[in-house]
């Protein structure tokens, strides 16, 4: 959870503020502490959970406390936003309306019961700070299922993307092997014929299967090489549409540096799985990429403001640093505001 979301618990204040006008007696202050300090240590697990229950928990909270100090009436506001993040976004409005009018008639009830005003200031105020914070809440949940969306189609469109380039390989490999491999079994068949009575002709029909074979293998390794990777210019130009698309700020800063081909090859590679981590994973709304070149060594960074949190050493990452040590360079993460990758290799990719 974003550390700043903690800034919210300073309505808390309000729990203090029956105590201090009314010059109440040691129990009160004692039940605002309680109060206060209870709901700051649930308050992680809360905003970070799912479950409808912590909203409701948090409305009873406001309701039965209320009754002892009209400030709980905060509780209220929390649980506004709690519903934006447990609840469908067509179950709002009905919650969101029972809730003000909960708050409001119980801010009535207090006022006549006490025959004092600020009952009614205190829940008049948080039926506000409802309606604001369901306000809030829906946007952010409309922002959440798009995202979710988003994510659904990228995810399909990467998987369309997959079976298409299977194919495809599938395609270019019996294109690239199927005639030559045919042609090296009659060669090779012609010559164990040709063997015992003319060797000669059966060497040269070796010799040519040789040939075969080493232009085979040239072009397995040149259709092999396409696969790969776009280069760092095609990374770059789908990093820019994936990142248009969902919704986030790209930084770009990259120089143009003249790269061996395992040194693009890695470097591309990495890109495409730093882009595809942070659309899925990041929630950031601003992302750095950079390219530098200095003393033979090409760093490629790529950092974004999204939740950051420890990396686990899954298959993304790990594939990451093999790709890039296998050729001699270094690969490093860090967690601040945010989550920051940085690989460099030698400018001629040598391990």
């Given at each position: 959870m974003p550390a700043m979301l903690y800034v919210q618990l300073v309505y808390l204040g309000i729990l203090f503020m029956q105590p201090a006008l009314a010059g109440e007696s040691w129990p009160s202050w004692l039940l605002a502490v309680a109060l206060a300090v209870t709901f700051a240590l649930l308050f992680g697990r809360m905003f970070a959970s799912t479950d409808v229950r912590w909203a409701r928990g948090v409305v009873l909270a406001g309701f039965l406390f209320s009754f002892l100090n009209s400030g709980a009436s905060v509780f209220y506001v929390y649980a506004a936003y709690l519903y934006g993040l447990s609840m469908p976004r067509h179950r709002l409005v009905p919650e969101y309306v029972r809730l003000v009018l909960l708050v409001i008639s119980q801010g009535v009830l207090l006022m006549l019961i006490h025959q004092s005003g600020y009952s009614g200031i205190s829940h008049g105020f948080s039926a506000l700070f409802v309606m604001i914070g369901a306000a809030v809440s829906m946007a952010d949940a409309e922002r959440s299922e798009a995202a979710r969306k988003l994510r659904a189609a990228y995810d399909e469109v990467e998987q369309v993307a997959t079976i298409a380039e299977r194919e495809r390989i599938a395609r270019d490999m019996h294109d690239v092997l199927g005639h030559t491999l045919s042609v090296v079994v009659l060669k090779a068949e012609l010559a164990g014929r040709l063997l015992p009575g003319v060797p000669d002709r059966a060497a040269s029909e070796v010799a040519d299967i040789e040939k075969l074979v080493r232009q085979?293998?040239?072009?397995?390794?040149?259709?092999?090489?396409?696969?790969?990777?776009?280069?760092?210019?095609?990374?770059?130009?789908?990093?820019?549409?994936?990142?248009?698309?969902?919704?986030?700020?790209?930084?770009?800063?990259?120089?143009?540096?003249?790269?061996?081909?395992?040194?693009?090859?890695?470097?591309?590679?990495?890109?495409?799985?730093?882009?595809?981590?942070?659309?899925?994973?990041?929630?950031?709304?601003?992302?750095?990429?950079?390219?530098?070149?200095?003393?033979?060594?090409?760093?490629?960074?790529?950092?974004?403001?999204?939740?950051?949190?420890?990396?686990?050493?899954?298959?993304?990452?790990?594939?990451?640093?093999?790709?890039?040590?296998?050729?001699?360079?270094?690969?490093?993460?860090?967690?601040?505001?945010?989550?920051?990758?940085?690989?460099?290799?030698?400018?001629?990719?040598?391990?």
């Open positions: 085979a293998l040239k072009d397995v390794r040149t259709a092999i090489a396409g696969y790969r990777s776009t280069g760092l210019e095609g990374e770059l130009a789908n990093a820019r549409l994936a990142f248009e698309a969902a919704g986030i700020e790209l930084d770009e800063r990259v120089d143009r540096i003249e790269l061996s081909t395992q040194a693009e090859v890695a470097l591309a590679m990495v890109l495409r799985e730093a882009v595809t981590n942070v659309i899925r994973h990041s929630g950031a709304g601003r992302v750095g990429v950079g390219l530098r070149e200095a003393s033979g060594v090409v760093t490629l960074t790529v950092s974004d403001d999204g939740a950051g949190g420890t990396p686990t050493p899954g298959g993304g990452l790990s594939g990451m640093r093999q790709r890039i040590e296998a050729i001699g360079g270094t690969f490093m993460t860090a967690v601040d505001d945010g989550f920051e990758l940085r690989a460099s290799v030698p400018v001629d990719g040598a391990a």
